[in-house]
């Protein structure tokens, strides 16, 4: 029976978005069994991890005088202490980050009036990674995780050569910034590795890389190839007419005859994550990022010149936001995704998701989480599962109000699109669990 009024639509959509189970598309966990070679687990969990998240690193250098190189070499209950004390307790949490640490503190049975860190810390003593991701992926009703894989990572690759394997929970995804924003380095490094490359993508280089790219894409299985890309990256770059010595950049060779051709024979998407700007305060580490504007149309000529590659894309700068609706209208093989890093604040996700849902209806992945720490996951999808099911509801009605009948199964319909099916669709998967 066809939903018939506005209060029956706002409980049914609220309900519906609730229970859907997410596939959470980029996240910076791991399967709790990934262990780099001194038997460190690599999944990052618990208050104080929660606590010193680069986000919350950036907004306590606001209110502390304490010098960046001094706070990152304190143990990290130091540098938690003092987060605490600054953002939580002499100034009110009202930031994004700061309310999300209360969020997932609450729904994890903490007592919000007490304040008493120490306590926090005690109550998750003696608990298991692979008990506490059970936890923290049912408190946010997330079906899938997909990892950030980095093959450069010192860290991550013993565990991958060592032919390990994961929580069925949890999906890889390859992640190579460093071929396509620090060759200079990397190559030298592939070379150690027994790759023939060289400095300038020549000899046998390019069959090389995509040896080294169809290995680790065998080894980790993942669902697609990401990379986080600069403001000012373009695609082809150096070439110009006007000018004959003017070449193109080992960047654009990289990409075009290196990576997407090896994501077309594996069947994989490419991710784009477009306007990073990394180091502008260098002593600040991860929180010393920023972003910048992109030209996007780089993006439209990659999708028109590769039809036969698909790519995720989502962008850093609020100001390239409508660009690239624009352009996910024109070309099928572009999936847009989520609100990243700096758009992942209430009063940006709506504005994108109802300017997302107004130009492409329910075709495109409304958010994912960026979480670094596990509990992440249950303020960043709580906060946006709200917002998501608040902009439905407005577009619901405006087309009830057209006499159009909707049926409860089609709202179904639509949010496993949106929260789930969309990213397995464009991934060509089905998903295991
Ligand atoms: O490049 C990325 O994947 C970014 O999301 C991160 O590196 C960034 O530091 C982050 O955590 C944003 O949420
Ligand atoms: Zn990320």
Same mark, same amino acid.
């Given at each position: 029976?066809?939903?018939?009024?506005?209060?029956?639509?706002?409980?049914?959509?609220?309900?519906?978005?609730?229970?859907?189970?997410?596939?959470?598309?980029?996240?910076?966990?791991?399967?709790?069994?990934?262990?780099?070679?001194?038997?460190?687990?690599?999944l990052?969990?618990?208050?104080?991890a929660?606590?010193?998240?680069?986000?919350?690193?950036?907004?306590?250098?606001?209110?502390?005088?304490?010098a960046?190189?001094?706070?990152?070499?304190?143990?990290?209950?130091q540098?938690?202490a003092l987060?605490?004390?600054?953002l939580?307790?002499?100034h009110?949490?009202?930031?994004?980050?700061?309310?999300?640490?209360?969020t997932?503190?609450?729904?994890?049975?903490?007592?919000?009036?007490?304040?008493?860190?120490?306590a926090?810390r005690?109550?998750?003593a003696?608990?298991?990674?692979?008990?506490?991701?059970?936890?923290?992926l049912?408190?946010?009703?997330?079906?899938?995780?997909?990892?950030t894989?980095?093959?450069?990572?010192?860290?991550?690759?013993?565990?991958?050569l060592?032919?390990?394997?994961?929580?069925?929970?949890?999906?890889?995804?390859?992640?190579?910034?460093?071929?396509?924003?620090?060759?200079?380095?990397?190559?030298?490094?592939?070379?150690?590795w027994?790759?023939?490359?060289?400095?300038?993508?020549? !000899?046998? &280089?390019?069959?090389?890389?995509?040896?080294f790219?169809r290995?680790?894409?065998?080894?980790?299985?993942?669902?697609?190839?990401a990379?986080?890309?600069?403001?000012?990256?373009t695609?082809?770059?150096?070439?110009?007419?006007?000018d004959?010595?003017?070449?193109i950049?080992v960047a654009?060779?990289?990409?075009?005859?290196?990576i997407?051709?090896?994501?077309?024979?594996?069947?994989?998407?490419?991710?784009?994550?477009?306007?990073?700007?990394?180091?502008?305060?260098?002593?600040?580490?991860?929180?010393?990022?920023?972003?910048?504007?992109?030209?996007?149309?780089?993006?439209?000529?990659?999708?028109?010149?590769?039809? !036969?590659?698909r790519?995720?894309?989502?962008v850093?700068?609020?100001e390239?936001?409508?660009?690239?609706?624009?352009?996910?209208r024109?070309?099928?093989?572009?999936?847009?995704? !989520?609100?990243?890093?700096?758009?992942?604040?209430?009063?940006?996700?709506?504005d994108?998701?109802?300017?997302?849902?107004?130009?492409?209806?329910t &075709?495109f992945?409304?958010?994912?989480?960026?979480?670094?720490?596990?509990?992440?996951?249950?303020?960043?999808?709580?906060h946006?599962?709200?917002?998501?099911?608040k902009?439905?509801?407005?577009?619901?009605a405006d087309?009830?109000?057209?006499?159009?009948?909707?049926?409860?199964t089609?709202?179904?319909?639509d949010?496993?699109?949106?929260?789930?099916?969309?990213?397995?669709?464009?991934?060509?998967?089905?998903?295991?669990v």
């Amino acid at each position: 029976m066809a939903i018939s009024t506005l209060d029956e639509l706002a409980r049914f959509v609220r309900a519906s978005v609730d229970r859907q189970p997410i596939t959470d598309m980029h996240t910076h966990l791991y399967s709790p069994n990934m262990r780099d070679e001194r038997g460190q687990g690599l999944l990052l969990w618990g208050v104080d991890a929660l606590l010193t998240y680069h986000y919350l690193v950036a907004e306590v250098m606001r209110w502390s005088d304490v010098a960046p190189e001094t706070f990152f070499g304190w143990p990290v209950e130091q540098q938690s202490a003092l987060i605490w004390q600054k953002l939580f307790v002499e100034h009110s949490p009202v930031s994004e980050a700061e309310r999300g640490v209360l969020t997932s503190f609450k729904a994890l049975g903490l007592n919000l009036a007490s304040r008493d860190l120490p306590a926090y810390r005690a109550a998750f003593a003696g608990v298991s990674p692979e008990a506490q991701v059970q936890r923290a992926l049912q408190l946010a009703n997330i079906a899938h995780v997909v990892m950030t894989n980095d093959p450069f990572d010192d860290a991550e690759r013993p565990f991958w050569l060592n032919g390990g394997t994961i929580q069925p929970e949890f999906h890889a995804a390859l992640r190579i910034d460093p071929l396509l924003r620090g060759w200079a380095e990397a190559w030298p490094r592939l070379q150690g590795w027994g790759y023939q490359v060289d400095a300038d993508l020549g !000899g046998n &280089s390019v069959a090389e890389v995509q040896r080294f790219l169809r290995e680790w894409a065998a080894r980790t299985n993942p669902l697609y190839l990401a990379v986080s890309l600069p403001p000012d990256f373009t695609w082809p770059d150096g070439v110009d007419a006007s000018d004959p010595r003017a070449s193109i950049t080992v960047a654009s060779r990289m990409l075009a005859e290196c990576i997407l051709p090896v994501c077309r024979a594996v069947d994989i998407p490419f991710a784009m994550m477009i306007g990073s700007e990394r180091a502008v305060n260098p002593g600040l580490r991860l929180a010393g990022d920023a972003l910048g504007r992109s030209q996007l149309a780089f993006v439209a000529r990659l999708a028109r010149e590769f039809p !036969g590659n698909r790519f995720f894309v989502t962008v850093l700068s609020r100001e390239n936001q409508h660009e690239l609706i624009v352009l996910g209208r024109k070309f099928r093989n572009l999936m847009v995704f !989520g609100c990243w890093w700096f758009m992942n604040n209430p009063v940006i996700i709506e504005d994108m998701t109802r300017m997302r849902m107004e130009m492409l209806g329910t &075709s495109f992945i409304p958010q994912h989480s960026d979480a670094r720490v596990l509990e992440q996951v249950i303020y960043k999808w709580t906060h946006s599962r709200g917002i998501i099911a608040k902009v439905l509801i407005d577009k619901y009605a405006d087309v009830m109000a057209t006499g159009w009948q909707l049926e409860p199964t089609e709202i179904e319909r639509d949010i496993a699109d949106l929260l789930h099916d969309n990213f397995w669709r464009f991934c060509k998967r089905t998903p295991g669990v």
